[in-house]
């Protein structure tokens, strides 16, 4: 698809789902590749389904809402595997994480979603951008959702607020850093097929007009793309990622 040996990325939240996905398909394309997760055991075990499939990959577990964690994660994975030239912000839904009406809320629901979706996203991105910046090169991407574009009535205001802080920082870093070989982007997710109750999903499934939910094989290949030397005059873009489906 896309070469990327000799490429070395982070991709946050990739012990499952989506973010593992996009793991392995950097991987495939010849990129060296740290799993994040904030369970090692997630991480580790992504990392070796990875190596498994032929693609290099390490386990690198920490909390992304937490800077000083972020920093000693990214020393330690820069120490494995070499300088950083991708990131991909994916973590992006705190354990636990139901939904509910805001008017029900309590501002400890709200900063979970705040210190995971916006925080997480710039805690990290700072911790890698002067790397980038010095070396004429890299390569962000932050995977976001419709939720923080769109305003819907299912019970995720504190989600989509945190999505949406995340999107519009992205923006504002492309700028800042686009004469330094830098680009900054989102991928705003509609509905995913989770794996969850299969009735739920088909249900879902019929408000998408493609009809069906994502995969993780359905968001890898634009995330490779995005990270890849092909893409460098996309930056400050948000794609909206959704089989369709403008309402989210």
């Excluded at 040996?5 to 499952?16: E, F, N, P, S």
């Excluded at 992504?46 to 994660?73: H, K, L, R």
């Excluded at 809320?105 to 990290?124: F, H």
Aim: charged share 15%; aromatic share 4%; hydrophobic share 45%.
């Amino acid at each position: 698809m896309f070469d990327l040996t000799g490429r070395t990325a982070l991709v946050t939240g990739a012990g499952q789902g989506v973010g593992r996905g996009i793991a392995k398909a950097l991987a495939s394309q010849g990129a060296k590749v740290a799993i994040n997760d904030l369970f090692e055991e997630r991480a580790a075990e992504a990392a070796a389904e990875t190596e498994a499939a032929g693609g290099t990959a390490i386990a690198a577990a920490f909390d992304v809402s937490d800077y000083d964690a972020v920093v000693s994660g990214v020393a330690r994975v820069e120490a494995a595997l070499g300088p950083l030239d991708i990131l991909v912000n994916n973590a992006g839904v705190p354990p636990g994480m139901g939904v509910g009406q805001f008017r029900e809320s309590k501002p400890a629901d709200w900063r979970k979603q705040i210190e995971l979706n916006t925080y997480g996203v710039m805690n990290c991105s700072r911790a890698v951008v002067n790397g980038m910046c010095d070396r004429g090169h890299g390569r962000i991407v932050t995977i976001s959702s419709g939720a923080g574009t769109v305003g819907i009535p299912l019970g995720v205001s504190a989600y989509g607020a945190g999505k949406g802080g995340g999107i519009a920082f992205m923006r504002h870093l492309a700028m800042e850093v686009a004469g330094n070989g830098v680009t900054a982007n989102t991928v705003a997710l509609g509905l995913i097929d989770n794996h969850t109750d299969p009735e739920v999903t088909a249900h879902m499934a019929k408000t998408v007009p493609v009809g069906f939910c994502a995969r993780p094989e359905d968001i890898a290949p634009c995330v490779v793309y995005l990270v890849s030397d092909e893409a460098r005059w996309m930056t400050g873009q948000t794609l909206q990622l959704n089989g369709g489906n403008v309402t989210t």
